[in-house]
């Protein structure tokens, strides 16, 4: 059992770390949203499904992104809105529907269920507006529909579909992945894009709307792609200079991992590419102060998790839900800590039934997987200023990449300090000794709690065992000098000190 060392530097604010760090996204695919949030196409009012919308709301989820996901690009939402009988059935050109590889939409679950689903659970809205087969006038619409209270014909539509009042739907991102499914574009082409569908929706909030609108464009992993977008669409002639608020890309690890047949050096390698994000977040951010400021445009992960061979189109995305995917969410939350300068949202990918969700539902069934728990442990994060920490770690050599064992974050409300320390060792247990600046830990009053103890990394969770992946009591050692932590392997822990 080799020790790693951990300095919490209380005084050196990083930044806000803003709620929404920890959202979510669904999407039109597989049993995400039919099965997953809704249960009945033919409910006449209320289709939603309480299991999960009471989990949801047990989380107290920051914000949800829909429609997408590629489904986003050839979303058209009027489709989705009115009389459920009257609302045509489409294709989903990129998705099966449950995991009968059913290529089409019902659009029984549209604007107005997502958004009576937000308000049920009590989180934000994002929608993501269809910019790969849409039109800027089709957005603008959608905006108008959901958050305009004036006497136009779109405000009466949604009135006589339910809603007196506007919605007040704040964020909005135009387009996803157009490098790719959402287009094929160009960085340039969809700068320019990007610059026509932001001067029809973000005109709205200097006229029709009370609130501000904040508008998310879509970047890549390629980073001169981001570079290449950003000076492109600020080159316009007039009016905003940088029409967006927020910038996003996408990251999944794990797509060569077949999770029952990983072991631990599949383990080692998954969580190497997990780490990954903090270059990506670096680089994008690069990408953003190279012609703009970060202080004014924000960094989204819109979407990340793992993404193993088992999840595939014919079955809906779905894959297990293990204890080493949610050790991997805990070290990329980390991670968004370390950057809460430039971390302004992510989402998880998917809320429900799909790739790296959080819950998993069966017939009547419906319960918290491991990754869930993780979320639950890190809420106290939420709206803190995080610090800076000091870390001392053994480390593994994995390929050309060393990972480190041990991973911690930590963050201050007023007098409260809280700490997430991550064994990211799946053969062996570590000693964590925590020095905090400015604390007496001999005095402090010290509540810490652990994830997963006992747990083999690969464990599945399912309906009867979900209650077994809560937290636990952690046992920890102070003096004046700082606590000592014996995590097990594969563990996470949440240490508040007062």
């Not at 499914?181 to 709205?204: D, H, I, L, N």
């Not at 639950?376 to 994060?381: G, K, P, W």
């Amino acid at each position: 059992m080799s020790n790693a060392h951990v300095t919490v530097h209380t005084e050196a604010a990083i930044g806000r770390i803003e709620p929404e760090v920890h959202g979510h996204f669904s999407e039109h695919l597989g049993r995400c949203v039919y099965d997953g949030l809704w249960s009945d196409d033919t409910a006449d009012t209320d289709g939603f499904r309480d299991d999960v919308v009471d989990l949801l709301a047990d989380l107290e989820i920051p914000v949800l992104r829909w429609p997408g996901g590629c489904f986003a690009d050839d979303y058209h939402w009027e489709d989705g809105v009115g009389p459920r009988e009257d609302r045509p059935r489409r294709r989903n050109l990129f998705w099966a529907q449950g995991i009968d590889e059913d290529p089409e939409e019902s659009n029984a679950f549209g604007t107005d269920e997502f958004l009576q689903l937000c308000e049920r659970v009590g989180t934000e809205p994002y929608l993501a507006a269809n910019v790969g087969s849409g039109d800027p006038q089709e957005a603008a619409n959608w905006v108008e529909y959901c958050n305009y209270e004036g006497d136009t014909e779109l405000a009466d539509r949604r009135r006589a579909n339910g809603h007196e009042d506007g919605y007040g739907v704040r964020y909005w991102g135009l387009g996803n992945e157009n490098w790719g499914c959402g287009g094929r574009m160009s960085p340039k082409q969809y700068a320019r894009e990007y610059r026509r569908f932001a001067t029809y929706v973000g005109s709205m909030d200097d006229l029709m709307l009370d609130e501000d609108l904040e508008l998310i464009a879509c970047g890549f992993e390629n980073h001169e792609w981001n570079r290449l977008f950003m000076e492109e669409v600020g080159e316009a002639e007039w009016g905003v200079e940088f029409p967006l608020d927020h910038l996003t890309l996408h990251h999944y690890y794990g797509r060569t991992m077949n999770v029952d047949e990983a072991g631990e050096e599949g383990y080692d390698q998954m969580l190497v590419e997990a780490l990954e994000m903090d270059r990506h977040i670096e680089r994008i951010a690069a990408a953003i102060d190279a012609v703009a400021t970060t202080r004014d445009i924000g960094v989204i992960i819109d979407e990340w998790g793992t993404w193993h061979p088992e999840a595939v189109a014919s079955n809906g995305l779905e894959q297990p839900g293990t204890v080493f995917d949610a050790l991997s969410a805990a070290a990329v939350l980390d991670i968004f800590n370390h950057h809460s300068d430039v971390m302004t949202m992510s989402n998880i990918a998917q809320t429900v039934n799909v790739l790296q969700c959080l819950i998993e539902t069966d017939g009547d069934d419906a319960w918290a997987r491991p990754t869930y728990r993780v979320f639950d442990l890190y809420a106290s994060h939420k709206g803190n200023e995080s610090v800076r920490t000091s870390l001392e770690t053994p480390t593994r050599d994995v390929g050309e990449d060393d990972l480190p064992l041990v991973g911690a974050s930590a963050s201050v409300d007023g007098s409260e300090t809280f700490l997430t320390l991550t064994n990211l060792d799946c053969r062996a247990a570590h000693t964590v000794d925590v020095g905090v600046e400015g604390i007496d830990l001999g005095e402090a009053s010290v509540d810490a709690e652990v994830l997963f103890a006992g747990q083999d990394p690969d464990a599945e969770v399912d309906a009867g065992n979900a209650d077994s992946f809560t937290a636990e009591d952690l046992d920890v050692t102070t003096d004046g000098d700082g606590l000592s932590a014996d995590l097990e392997p594969a563990t996470v822990a949440g240490i508040t000190i007062r």
